[in-house]
């Protein structure tokens, strides 16, 4: 199942969030992406990635400067109070955050985000063809396929 309506969450100053950029970008799928800074998640896309992350807990980063310079150490929230804390704060998520239709991880971990592409992305790689830049990867494996085929035909 191709990676369709991929966001990131993330700040644009954080390392893996840069990474998790990059690799969308070297395998050409479009993305979104969300700056933390500016604008966090809803209620309900928080509600729906910690979900898909087994637990809002799982969101929370309990090592960042954020956590402590707002007392969260000491005060050790949990459940409602911490999905509270996160929609009031959301440069205490963890990052990046990638999600794409109803699956999402947290960090960076390139190894699931791989599993999320189309494997026919990988068995045809268009080698020499020139896209734009918001093309689908459907659209570019359809069109490699032919030329494939095309070539077949010809040799």
Not at 3 to 25: H, L, S, Y
Not at 38 to 46: D, F, H, N
Not at 135 to 154: G, K, L, Q
Request: net charge positive; charged share 30%.
């Amino acid at each position: 199942m191709p990676a369709d309506n991929v966001q990131i969450f993330g700040t644009r100053k954080c390392p893996d969030t840069r990474k998790a950029e990059r690799f969308f970008k070297e395998r050409r799928v479009s993305f979104q992406m969300i700056d933390l800074a500016c604008k966090g998640p809803s209620a309900g896309e928080l509600r729906k990635i910690a979900n898909a992350v087994a637990g809002v807990e799982n969101l929370i980063d309990r090592q960042g400067k954020r956590y402590l310079e707002r007392g969260l150490k000491y005060a050790a929230p949990t459940g409602p109070r911490i999905e509270q804390a996160l929609l009031d704060d959301p440069l205490l998520l963890r990052t990046p955050i990638v999600r794409a239709g109803d699956r999402a991880t947290v960090g960076f971990v390139p190894e699931v985000w791989a599993t999320w592409l189309s494997p026919t992305w990988f068995m045809f790689p268009c080698r020499g063809q020139k896209y734009r830049r918001n093309t689908h990867v459907d659209d570019r494996c359809r069109v490699s396929i032919t030329i494939a085929r095309r070539r077949a035909r010809a040799g």
